[in-house]
């Protein structure tokens, strides 16, 4: 029989109720004719159930056709009986099943497709979707809890700032996800963000068809509400009397961060008389803090924030920075990396700007080094803009200064808030990754170009990435498309339009180039940081895994190059578009420490050959290293494919390579060093693609060496 397995993975003896490995209550054993092994719809294979609710199990599965890739099945089963009642089931399981395929976000599992299976006479329906590599925030707090530690308020206002962005998504696609918890946020392993996971839509499909076709009669359906979410975590209007909006997500999403702060139970910090939430004797927090969550547990809808943008614009606004005490053990992983982005370490081109003393001062705060993303000065900023605004701009023109981009008309804002200090670059612990007033949309605009900005915005701060480097990056890359526009000053009207969309559209290219990259949460918050020191730690790092900085290199290259295929024979390293070449060799080399992306050839006893051999993704690459002796016959056939390029490297820089990005089939020759040699495998194609590598060695009879088999 099918072992059990509790909702963390672990597995247990059919005959048990609670999970051997942590506790958990058991589902009880149903014999469902699926089992571990089995491929359904031709496709995919079950790895083993992840756990079930009432309207169906989920499964933990390989995708057969894209190379064994897991995958989530989720099983529709509503418990109903009749032709009828199963057809109308379906038909609106098909319908949300498409609402769901839809959404489209780097912090939402993609649902890949439904599909039906008869299985001993017995009909399924599934729902395929990604699966997501971490841990629900339920086990991270019950972790917590077990060593009397609690997240920290600055933790869960990253998570805050992570989630809005979601929320704020599926709301303008009119999808309420009706069933926020801590069980259904996943921190994912390969960045550290928060996902959100398990949509009541379905939910409410299997609700809808059994409270129908149970409760009521014929084909007529009862006038009952279909009460979704759990009990303490979604609002009255929804659990009393089923109506949903988005700020019933909002209340949800508060509750669940109370929980996270003070390691009550919902129930445990309402108050049962009154229903308000106490949750001040549980914890201090900053009054910003607090007023906002306060507002987002209002018990009536109209006094809740109506919208994830506005609680995002609230926290975004001079939160106060306060001291926590640690809470955070080390066995368990961040919620996302909240040290400080370090100060920029390079400064792209930029023309000139009249009287930049104020600009220190400013970057000593962690501020933005330029202004918002719009062209004027935006108005609700000051009661004094107009008149200064003009000041400035007049002081501009005569002192004949040129401006940065899209944003010099606002630098006069930064030199009236800051300090006095004229000192040069501080290593400030600010960090400038939260919305800032600079990029809130001028109210000159069309509803669709704020919009649009707004969009922009919140995809900067979902990735976590540094408002300086942003606007560099930009800027730099705007300029060189357009370099009739350097050192001039775009305005708000009409005029400036097209520009303004040629700007948007810059940005929105470059922000989707650095999703494909694959970087974590903690690389691209440190872009705009990196330095040459770090190029010398890499190369430490990967020297120590016998493995030398070009075949690093080569690694990182393959991505950045098909991203960024315009930098090729450029000297970008001093540029904002060499802070992601770094974060993309950082991540390689953790790839590599990991052994992902390195593999030791070894040869078995009195063995002279070695087949090595596996499938890269695009902009994928593999290293192997294989020790060597001095004056070795070498052999090597390579997998005949245009697209994949080998380099071959002698283990010092004293001898060039043998073979460098190279689609050569065969290579045969005398070693000319002992030593580890370097054998670099990379992908240039768009699809998943095979290699083979066979080596053979040989040692001359008449050649002394201390082994006759390579190591």
Same mark, same amino acid.
């Given at each position: ?9 672990? =597995? ?12 958990? *209550? ?39 056709? %894209? ?13 109903? $009986? ?26 939402? *599992? ?8 008869? $299985?001993? &006479? +017995? ?5 395929? $979707? ?7 925030? %339920? ?7 077990? @060593? ?9 206002? @990253? ?28 921190? #994912? ?40 979410? +759990? ?14 909006? *988005? ?18 139970? *919902? ?14 004797? =549980?914890?201090?927090? &900053? ?134 200090? +004229? ?33 922009? %915005?919140? %995809? ?39 520009? #303004? ?42 020297? $120590? ?72 993704? !695009? ?12 004056? @070795? ?13 080998? &380099? ?51 040692? !001359? ?11």
């Amino acid at each position: 029989m099918m072992p059990l397995y509790c909702t963390k993975g672990h =597995e247990n003896p059919t005959d048990c109720r609670f999970c051997q490995h942590c506790g958990e *209550p058991l589902p009880e054993f149903v014999s469902n004719n699926i089992v571990t092994g089995m491929i359904l719809g031709d496709r995919y294979r079950i790895v083993r159930e992840l756990g079930h609710g009432g309207f169906g199990r989920t499964y933990l599965a390989e995708d057969l056709n %894209r190379f064994n890739e897991p995958c989530v099945l989720k099983e529709f089963a509503p418990k109903v $009986q009749g032709a009828y009642a199963l057809q109308k089931a379906e038909e609106l399981f098909e319908r949300e099943a498409g609402v769901l395929y839809k959404l489209r976000h780097s912090q939402i *599992p993609n649902f890949r497709e439904m599909f039906r299976v008869n $299985q001993q &006479s +017995k009909g399924y329906l599934f729902l395929v $979707q990604d699966y997501v590599e971490g841990q629900t925030y %339920r086990s991270l707090l019950d972790a917590r809890k077990s @060593q009397g530690l609690r997240f920290s308020e600055e933790e869960v206002r @990253q998570i805050l700032l992570h989630i809005l962005p979601v929320l704020e998504y599926i709301h303008s696609l009119g999808v309420i996800h009706r069933d926020i918890s801590p069980e259904n946020m996943i921190l #994912r392993s390969s960045d550290q963000l928060p996902v959100l996971i398990d949509f009541g839509g379905v939910k409410e499909v299997a609700a809808t068809v059994e409270s129908q076709f149970t409760l009521g009669s014929g084909n007529s359906p009862p006038l009952i509400a279909t009460r979704l979410g +759990k009990r303490g975590y979604a609002p009255d209007e929804q659990m009393d009397k089923g109506l949903v909006f *988005p700020n019933s997500d909002l209340y949800a999403l508060a509750a669940s961060v109370l929980v996270l702060l003070t390691l009550k139970q *919902p129930h445990e910090i309402i108050d049962s008389e009154t229903l308000k939430w106490n949750w001040r004797r =549980e914890i201090n927090l &900053s009054p910003m803090l607090g007023d906002v969550l306060d507002k987002m547990l209002s018990r009536r809808i109209s006094d809740r924030y109506q919208s994830a943008r506005e609680v995002l614009q609230t926290l975004s606004v001079n939160i106060p920075s306060t001291e926590f005490p640690p809470t955070q053990p080390p066995a368990l992983p961040p919620i996302e990396p909240t040290q400080a982005v370090s100060p920029l370490s390079y400064r792209p081109h930029q023309p000139p700007i009249a009287n930049l003393h104020a600009q220190p001062s400013h970057q000593q705060k962690g501020e933005p080094l330029t202004a918002k993303p719009q062209p004027t000065i935006p108005k609700r900023q000051s009661p004094f803009v107009g008149i200064l605004g003009k000041i400035l701009l007049v002081a501009l023109v005569i002192t004949g200064a040129t401006g940065l981009g899209w944003w010099a008309g606002n630098l006069w804002i930064q030199s009236m808030t800051g300090s006095e200090d +004229k000192g040069s670059d501080s290593n400030s612990s600010d960090n400038s990754t939260a919305p800032t007033d600079q990029e809130n949309p001028s109210p000159q605009y069309s509803a669709a170009e704020r919009d649009r900005k707004q969009q922009l %915005r919140d %995809r900067r701060i979902s990735l976590g990435v540094d408002y300086n480097f942003y606007v560099n990056w930009v800027n730099e890359t705007f300029w060189t498309r357009n370099p009739e526009q350097r050192g001039k000053i775009l305005g708000d009207g009409s005029e400036f339009e097209q520009l #303004r969309l040629s700007w948007d559209q810059t940005a929105a290219q470059l922000l989707d180039k650095l999703e494909q990259a694959n970087l974590s949460g903690a690389s691209r918050q440190r872009l705009g940081s990196y330095q040459p020191e770090d190029r010398d730690r890499f190369k430490e790092q990967v020297n $120590q895994l016998r493995l030398s900085s070009r075949a690093l290199y080569d690694l990182a290259d393959v991505v950045f190059f098909q991203l960024f295929p315009e930098q090729r024979g450029k000297d970008f390293l001093q540029e904002p578009i060499g802070q992601v070449w770094h974060a993309i060799v950082a991540e390689k080399v953790k790839a590599l420490q990991a052994g992902d992306a390195l593999e030791t050839i070894r040869f078995a006893p009195g063995a002279v050959g070695k087949r090595v051999r596996g499938t890269l993704k !695009p902009r994928e690459g593999k290293a192997f290293i294989a020790n060597f002796n001095k004056d @070795q016959l070498l052999a090597l056939t390579f997998t005949n494919n245009p697209k994949l390029r080998l &380099s071959l490297y002698p283990p010092t820089t004293a001898v060039p390579p043998l073979l460098e990005d190279s689609t050569q089939t065969t290579w045969s020759g005398k070693l000319p060093q002992s030593g580890y040699y370097e054998f670099v495998v990379i992908s240039e194609n768009s699809e998943p693609v095979d290699y083979q590598l066979d080596l053979g060695v040989e040692t !001359p009879a008449a050649t002394p060496s201390t082994s006759t088999a390579p190591q």
